[in-house]
């Protein structure tokens, strides 16, 4: 089976960063390394990682002098051993059968850059209707401006080179350019919706549910008629959620 190395970037993400860990400690794939880039983090993130290693013997921790997004994601992929990547924020959760679904899919597809749906099963019904409207954005954009969730996006080492990977002057949307400019050589789709990732909705509750809507809606009509935005014209904060 084929190996696939694991970038996480964190940030302050203590009370959560154990239970992804916790989710691939469990996967029936069980052929990956895990990087785990922590941003500078004020709190506990590096220690209660460094608790997982003796179950996950193949991670590496690695501390960052700066904060970013694609400064992270950028930093693991230059880490990482092999071939097929998987991008993961600190804060989703994983069913034990994601890599084993994934990576057969993958492979089925002869896919190198691929987006997942996000899973509302664990939350409430409003919660399901927008997960359900978001995942139908996903599914129609990806035939004619490809945009992607970065919590769980899968490349390989061969487009993140040439892409030179994830642009770090794009603070919003960089995993949207990041696919967009991987589809320009590569197909580009998204997973089936049997493969799924839960994503901690605490973003939503903190920033309001339509407010946080509204702000991505935005974001993506402006780069579909005027382009990328490498000059804060929509602001957006690495970590600005509470902990």
Same mark, same amino acid.
Not at 51 to 76: C, F
């Given at each position: 089976?084929?190996?696939?190395?694991?970038?996480?970037?964190?940030?302050?993400?203590?009370?959560?960063? &154990?239970?992804?860990? +916790? !989710?691939?400690? &469990?996967?029936?794939?069980?052929?990956?390394? /895990?990087?785990?880039?922590? +941003?500078? @983090?004020?709190?506990?993130?590096?220690?209660?990682?460094? &608790?997982?290693?003796?179950?996950?013997?193949?991670?590496?921790?690695?501390? $960052? !002098?700066?904060?970013?997004?694609?400064? %992270?994601?950028?930093?693991?992929?230059?880490?990482?051993?092999?071939?097929?990547?998987?991008?993961?924020?600190?804060?989703?959760?994983?069913?034990?059968?994601?890599?084993?679904?994934? $990576?057969?899919?993958? !492979? !089925? @597809?002869?896919?190198?850059?691929?987006?997942?749906?996000?899973?509302?099963?664990?939350?409430? #019904?409003?919660?399901?209707?927008?997960?359900?409207?978001?995942? @139908? %954005?996903?599914?129609? +954009?990806?035939?004619?401006? =490809? #945009?992607?969730?970065?919590?769980?996006?899968? +490349?390989?080492?061969?487009?993140?080179?040439?892409?030179?990977? *994830?642009?770090?002057?794009?603070?919003?949307?960089?995993?949207?350019?990041? /696919?967009?400019?991987? @589809?320009? #050589?590569?197909?580009?789709? $998204?997973? =089936?919706?049997?493969?799924? *990732?839960?994503?901690?909705?605490?973003?939503?509750?903190?920033?309001?549910?339509?407010?946080? %809507?509204?702000?991505?809606?935005?974001?993506?009509?402006?780069?579909? *008629?005027?382009?990328?935005?490498?000059?804060?014209?929509? =602001?957006?904060?690495? %970590?600005?959620?509470?902990?």
């Amino acid at each position: 089976m084929k190996p696939i190395s694991i970038v996480i970037i964190a940030l302050n993400e203590e009370k959560r960063i &154990g239970r992804l860990l +916790s !989710d691939l400690v &469990g996967q029936s794939y069980r052929h990956f390394e /895990v990087i785990l880039v922590d +941003s500078n @983090s004020d709190d506990l993130t590096l220690q209660v990682a460094k &608790g997982y290693q003796a179950h996950l013997p193949d991670m590496t921790i690695h501390k $960052m !002098d700066q904060r970013g997004v694609s400064l %992270g994601r950028n930093t693991g992929a230059a880490i990482a051993k092999h071939e097929r990547l998987l991008f993961l924020d600190a804060d989703v959760r994983l069913p034990p059968d994601f890599l084993d679904n994934a $990576m057969q899919a993958l !492979d !089925d @597809s002869k896919l190198e850059v691929a987006g997942v749906y996000r899973s509302a099963e664990h939350l409430s #019904t409003k919660y399901k209707l927008g997960y359900s409207l978001f995942n @139908s %954005g996903l599914y129609a +954009s990806q035939f004619f401006f =490809p #945009t992607a969730v970065g919590a769980c996006l899968f +490349s390989t080492q061969r487009v993140h080179k040439e892409l030179n990977g *994830f642009d770090e002057q794009i603070e919003l949307c960089e995993d949207c350019d990041y /696919v967009k400019r991987a @589809s320009k #050589t590569w197909r580009y789709r $998204m997973l =089936p919706a049997s493969v799924k *990732f839960e994503f901690d909705p605490r973003r939503l509750e903190q920033d309001g549910y339509f407010k946080t %809507g509204g702000l991505y809606l935005k974001a993506n009509l402006r780069r579909l *008629f005027l382009g990328e935005m490498r000059n804060r014209e929509i =602001p957006y904060q690495f %970590g600005h959620y509470e902990h």
